[in-house]
């Protein structure tokens, strides 16, 4: 695990402890109307233990999926689209930003038989990197 995931996931336990202190506290216990817009913290205690430990139905191949070399190049694709191109300006414009990538641009492999191809592998990592990049641009939170 990388010490930035370690890092954060102390956070997060010491924000867990932090809610469940809270609830302990409140004469109302779950229903204490300050803890209607918190997070639960058995909620947040299995995704820590999600994170922390490796799927249990991920292939035997991929050992921890969070540890994939896949996710640099994803992450250096998402840099080098960020680099060149501005952000994305509206919905609109991400979505036929990504339908141009998966309609147009994969969708020629597969049609011409190349679809397991390291030029149709690129285009699928395109996909994904303006999937991202319309979260980063476009969506709040």
Do not use: K
């Amino acid at each position: 695990m990388s010490a930035a995931r370690d890092v954060y996931l102390a956070e997060l336990d010491e924000y867990a402890a932090s809610l469940e202190a809270d609830r302990a506290e409140c004469p109302d216990g779950d229903t204490c109307r300050d803890h209607y817009v918190s997070v639960d913290p058995t909620v947040l205690r299995t995704l820590i233990r999600q994170v922390r430990e490796p799927l249990a139905s991920a292939p035997a191949y991929l050992g921890n999926p969070h540890d994939h070399p896949i996710w640099r190049e994803l992450a250096d694709e998402i840099a080098r689209a960020m680099t060149e191109f501005g952000p994305m300006h509206s919905p609109h414009e991400g979505h036929s930003v990504i339908r141009e990538e998966l309609d147009v641009e994969l969708w020629e492999h597969v049609c011409r038989d190349t679809g397991r191809s390291p030029e149709a592998r690129h285009e699928a990592l395109q996909v994904a990197a303006m999937a991202i990049r319309y979260i980063l641009d476009l969506c709040e939170g």
